[in-house]
């Protein structure tokens, strides 16, 4: 493999790529992304795997039988009063994340039934193939989860001078970008603060690209984001227990991430019900099986049902807090806001592709020993 240099930016939204942004990499698509979030997304660029294939969706999975919290169940159904006392239920909630590890706003009687789930292709503990472990990429990883006591705005930037200085002569690199995301959450997509960081992204990669090739004029250069992001014109309270009743396990179980609300429903009778009144809801739509078939999410441990709120609302309250933000991504991923970028220094082959797709084509990419223009 030729040296390759692979930015990734988390929630760069095509619709927002200024036609002046790094001119110096002629082949440009649209990335159409999957269902769920980052931690999916970027499995899907870089190792090419659906969440079927990863066995995993966003970052909690219903596993009643296994959860990593089981045994505290009876202490948790103790604390679930809490519910309806928001600020002692967050307290609790943060209290028991920092022993037990990321409790979201899970209700402490779900808590033994999920477990947190998910890993990036960049951890060490990612238990696939990816791009970045194939033998041909030897290189540096430039990652914000080894910058200790660096928090944002300011990591990019310090992320990114760390990768011009780790720039050598036959050797890889790559670098992730993590803090345009956390804007979009904070302040919407197309904010000032929002468009600021995309001309900052544009001049500190400027400099980057131009000093790997100049180390590496054979060299393969790549940047691509995981998803697009749309702006947060309310909540949606999705009211679950009103319609269905209070979950039990033998009747059906939910989940509701800022997006995607999901449900198991072990019982056939109560799931048509359940599917007929999803589908009439007016604030989002059931994912098909079809659906689901095409972007790798056909397992049941994902939910019997699957449900993704429209763009513009989000769900509130979910399972990962009270808040929306201002912006959100996860939404249907054929919406042109969800569209993520795919930059590369060689032509690509049509304009748009899967997340599940890029992969191949960076592999291809990078294997070929073809001269930079
Ligand atoms: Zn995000």
């Given at each position: ?16 790529l ?23 997304l970027?499995a ?10 990863l ?8 596993n ?17 009063p ?22 979201g ?25 990816t ?34 200085a ?57 940047v691509?984001?995981?998803?697009g ?6 909540p ?46 007016r604030h ?9 078939s095409?972007?790798?999410?056909t ?31 996860g ?43």
């Amino acid at each position: 493999m030729r040296p390759s240099l692979i930015v990734f930016i988390d929630c760069l939204p095509f619709s927002y790529l200024p036609e002046r942004f790094l001119p110096e990499l002629p082949g440009r698509a649209s990335v159409r992304p999957g269902f769920g979030y980052s931690v999916n997304l970027v499995a899907e660029l870089f190792a090419g795997m659906t969440p079927d294939e990863l066995g995993f969706l966003n970052i909690f999975n219903y596993n009643p039988g296994n959860s990593w919290l089981r045994g505290w169940a009876p202490a948790l159904r103790l604390l679930s009063p809490l519910r309806h006392a928001y600020y002692l239920d967050r307290a609790a909630h943060r209290a028991l994340s920092r022993v037990a590890g990321y409790t979201g706003n899970i209700p402490f009687s779900y808590l033994g039934a999920f477990e947190p789930t998910g890993s990036y292709p960049f951890d060490p503990s990612f238990p696939h193939p990816t791009l970045l472990s194939s033998p041909g990429f030897r290189g540096t990883l430039v990652l914000h989860s080894r910058l200790r006591n660096v928090r944002p705005p300011g990591r990019d930037r310090v992320l990114v001078e760390r990768a011009l200085a780790a720039v050598r002569p036959g050797e890889g690199l790559f670098l992730s970008l993590p803090d345009l995301d956390s804007l979009v959450h904070s302040t919407g997509v197309g904010s000032p603060e929002f468009l600021a960081r995309i001309e900052d992204y544009r001049a500190w990669l400027g400099e980057l690209v131009a000093a790997f090739r100049q180390a590496n004029p054979d060299g393969y250069v790549a940047v691509v984001s995981d998803h697009g992001a749309a702006n947060v014109r309310g909540p949606y309270d999705m009211r679950v227990e009103r319609h269905f009743g209070r979950p039990r396990p033998d009747r059906y179980m939910y989940f509701l991430d800022a997006t995607l609300a999901r449900f198991w429903v072990p019982d056939p009778g109560l799931r048509s019900e359940m599917a007929a009144h999803l589908a009439e809801e007016r604030h989002g739509a059931l994912v098909a099986e079809e659906e689901r078939s095409e972007y790798g999410v056909t397992s049941r441990a994902f939910g019997d049902l699957i449900w993704v709120v429209d763009e513009g609302l989000g769900i509130s309250p979910s399972f990962l807090g009270r808040g929306t933000g201002k912006g959100l991504h996860g939404y249907h991923p054929a919406l042109p806001s969800q569209q993520a970028v795919f930059l590369s220094s060689e032509d690509l082959p049509r304009p748009s592709f899967r997340t599940t797709a890029v992969y191949g084509e960076l592999r291809r990419a990078m294997r070929q020993a073809q001269v930079l223009r």
